[in-house]
């Protein structure tokens, strides 16, 4: 059986099959929609991973998604409380970071193709919407070297099927890819890039975590676990990669050629536009014998991505935020990425510090992490964050709409926000957003006046009690 930490996707797979948390297809699937179909239903409800068996056109190949799916398996792939998580992730990043370590050979190098052996049609990629042109790689991880300082970016990106050895690769501006493409652009050469598809879920969640620059990703991974990461070099440049990896795509994207990208199905919900793109041009593919591909559903949430991408960005608010607001005691994404997000805040220090609440509110929106957000909402420390329903309960019982709404314009947003006027090249006017804080708290006193006299729930020992012995009752 797997077991923490997980070293390849193959370990976490053993341990999830062993928990009952991963379901086997042999049903035949397609890549024009069912196999994101699928994904899509198991974000809404909760359901297990899977890994699809017979992939209609494929054969031999297998498809593995939705291993981050859930909170639960989020937790279990970093061995983590449910209880006390941010807490427990705070102290484990407050380690020195752990580079990886470099070895000779690793199972991605079974299998390696060069030239005319190069087909990526080949391969049982997915499309994840009805109007895609062509399939997305959505589960690759892109590694670039910095040509200057050596920093290696990792970073969990989409790569546009175009041609048997060619991809479209989106870069945005304000990304560390962006940042690295352009210096080999200003050099008029083109930059080396190596995709990892299939990895170890502590690999996956690393890519996610807003690194600052020049902070190589993969360091993450022993800062979680406490050993260093097993990495090989690719075969045509020098970038490192996992040894462990399914897949590992090498190419070279040309300074100066771009391709049509899109539409492709994004994150708000929405398709994306066409876009000039830089392209990839495939060099060489490495390969485990019997290797898996993986794929993550993306478009109308809830999905993999949006789930994960959710307990992320709850981690680095709550660590960038606590030594600005102390106060602050938990973070809950509540929808899209971190567009919606509740924060609680100590009630005690609320009721003695008037004005609290906002102050936390700013400090969420001004770092990294939180230039997302377009609606926050403040509730107290003894509301569950991730629990939609407490969270609208505070509003609807807590919040006056004439009072307690603060809306902030000219902010950081999301250059695909829906609500924004497209620009044109598939985004929206970026740069310029608007930033609503509701807050959703307890008013002080005389709150408790009349009928409010203490929220109406069964006795505290007797929740207490059902919670303990839940499986008695059949629960």
């Known amino acids: 059986m797997g077991s923490f930490p997980f070293k390849s996707l193959r370990e976490w797979m053993e341990f999830l099959e062993e928990k009952g948390e991963l379901v086997r297809n042999k049903e035949e699937v397609d890549i024009w929609g069912d196999i994101s179909a699928i994904s899509r239903k198991i974000a809404r409800e909760g359901g297990p991973a899977i890994i699809h068996e017979n992939i209609q056109g494929y054969?031999?190949?297998?498809?593995?998604?939705?291993?981050?799916?859930?909170?639960?398996?989020?937790?279990?792939?970093?061995?983590?409380?449910?209880?006390g998580t941010l807490e427990a992730v705070l102290e484990r990043l407050s380690k020195e970071p752990m580079k990886p370590k470099r070895v000779e050979w690793g199972p991605c190098k079974e299998i390696k193709l060069f030239?005319?052996?190069?087909?990526?049609?080949?391969?049982?990629?997915?499309?994840?919407?009805e109007?895609?042109?062509?399939?997305?790689?959505?589960?690759?991880?892109?590694?670039?070297k910095d040509p200057e300082t050596g920093w290696t970016n990792a970073g969990i990106r989409r790569f546009q099927l175009i041609g048997k050895n060619k991809l479209?690769?989106?870069?945005?501006?304000?990304?560390?890819?962006?940042?690295?493409?352009?210096?080999?652009?200003?050099?008029?050469?083109?930059?080396?890039?190596?995709?990892?598809?299939?990895?170890?879920?502590?690999?996956?969640?690393?890519?996610?975590?807003?690194?600052?620059?020049?902070?190589?990703?993969?360091?993450?991974?022993?800062?979680?676990?406490g050993e260093a990461l097993e990495v090989v070099k690719s075969e045509t440049n020098d970038i490192w990669v996992p040894a462990t990896s399914e897949i590992v795509i090498e190419g070279e994207m040309a300074p100066y050629e771009r391709e049509l990208e899109?539409?492709?199905?994004?994150?708000?919900g929405y398709y994306s536009g066409l876009r000039m793109c830089p392209v990839i041009h495939v060099k060489a593919i490495t390969m485990r014998?019997?290797?898996?591909?993986?794929?993550?559903?993306?478009?109308?949430?809830?999905?993999?991505?949006?789930?994960?991408?959710?307990?992320?960005?709850?981690?680095?608010?709550?660590r960038q935020v606590k030594p600005l607001i102390p106060e602050i005691k938990d973070v809950g994404v509540l929808s899209t990425w971190s567009l919606t997000t509740a924060v609680s805040?100590?009630?005690?220090?609320?009721?003695?510090?008037?004005?609290?609440?906002?102050?936390?509110?700013?400090?969420?929106?001004?770092?990294?992490?939180?230039?997302?957000?377009?609606?926050?909402?403040?509730?107290?420390?003894?509301?569950?964050?991730?629990?939609?329903?407490?969270?609208l309960w505070s509003l609807s019982v807590k919040f006056q709409p004439a009072k307690d709404i603060t809306v902030v314009t000219d902010v950081p947003g999301i250059f695909l926000d829906p609500s924004e006027p497209w620009v044109g090249h598939g985004g929206t006017y970026s740069?310029?957003?608007?930033?609503?804080?509701?807050?959703?708290?307890?008013?002080?006193?005389?709150?408790?006046?009349?009928?409010?006299r203490g929220v109406a729930l069964p006795p505290p020992y007797s929740l207490e009690k059902i919670e303990k012995n839940i499986s008695k009752y059949g629960l």
């Open 345 to 391: 805040i100590d009630k005690t220090a609320r009721r003695r510090t008037p004005g609290l609440e906002k102050r936390l509110a700013m400090a969420v929106k001004s770092v990294k992490a939180g230039v997302m957000i377009k609606n926050l909402f403040i509730v107290d420390d003894d509301v569950d964050v991730r629990n939609l329903h407490d969270v």
């Open 59 to 83: 054969p031999g190949w297998r498809v593995f998604s939705d291993g981050l799916t859930t909170r639960r398996r989020q937790l279990w792939a970093l061995d983590l409380p449910e209880v």
């Open 131 to 144: 109007y895609e042109a062509t399939p997305h790689i959505t589960a690759g991880i892109s590694f670039l």
């Open 289 to 318: 014998e019997d290797a898996i591909y993986q794929n993550m559903y993306m478009g109308l949430p809830p999905s993999e991505g949006h789930n994960t991408g959710a307990f992320v960005y709850e981690v680095e608010i709550y």
């Open 115 to 129: 030239g005319d052996d190069i087909d990526l049609t080949k391969f049982p990629i997915s499309f994840t919407g």
């Open 168 to 225: 479209c690769n989106l870069i945005l501006p304000f990304q560390h890819e962006a940042v690295i493409f352009s210096k080999y652009m200003k050099q008029g050469v083109s930059t080396p890039i190596s995709i990892v598809i299939g990895a170890d879920p502590i690999v996956y969640l690393s890519c996610m975590m807003p690194a600052p620059d020049q902070f190589d990703e993969m360091d993450y991974w022993g800062v979680f676990t």
């Open 262 to 268: 899109g539409p492709f199905p994004e994150f708000p």
């Open 431 to 452: 740069g310029h957003s608007s930033f609503g804080i509701f807050n959703c708290t307890e008013k002080l006193a005389p709150y408790d006046e009349g009928y409010k």
